[in-house]
């Protein structure tokens, strides 16, 4: 990824206050760790508009030196469908969703943990459960997006 095509992710749940958000901002994090330009977004496919992201999430990525970023859930529509590069969907359910909605863009959409190769595709819901089950879920989110960046990393210096 050159500084002159970056990268333009979003990344699908189903509220845009957990997992999405999650992903997004470690694609973010990872991705500048890496020397990679990244801007990455994420949505929901039954968002309440503008809730925050849950204390929980925030308390995953806060482990992970992911502090005092500004989340506002978004319900996801064509347009941020045309603006990303790749559109991540977090379930299986998910990206069925998309596709049934968005038929014109479903080469673009792909599973998260399927686009990295890794089994047990679908990263499940951590909403209302314990601070352990999002940090594994942070966790599992994070495995994908760093076989995916190194992917990318190693696909663009071998141009």
Known sequence: ??????????????GNICRS????????KLAHDAGLELRAASAGTAAEVGMDMTPEAARALAARGISGVHHEARQLDADMIDAADHVYAL???????????????????????????????????PYGMSQAVYDECASRI??????????????????
């Open 91 to 125: 379930t299986r359910a998910h990206r069925a969703w998309i596709v049934a909605r968005f038929p014109a863009h479903a080469a673009k959409v792909a599973v998260l943990r399927q686009a990295a190769g890794l089994s047990d595709a679908d990263v499940a819901d």
């Open 21 to 28: 958000p999650m992903a997004r901002f470690l694609a973010e």
């Open 142 to 159: 994070e495995e994908a997006l760093d076989v995916i960046l190194r992917r990318n990393h190693h696909a663009e210096h071998s141009r």
């Open 1 to 14: 990824m050159s500084a002159l095509s970056p990268r333009r992710p979003l990344f699908v749940c189903t």
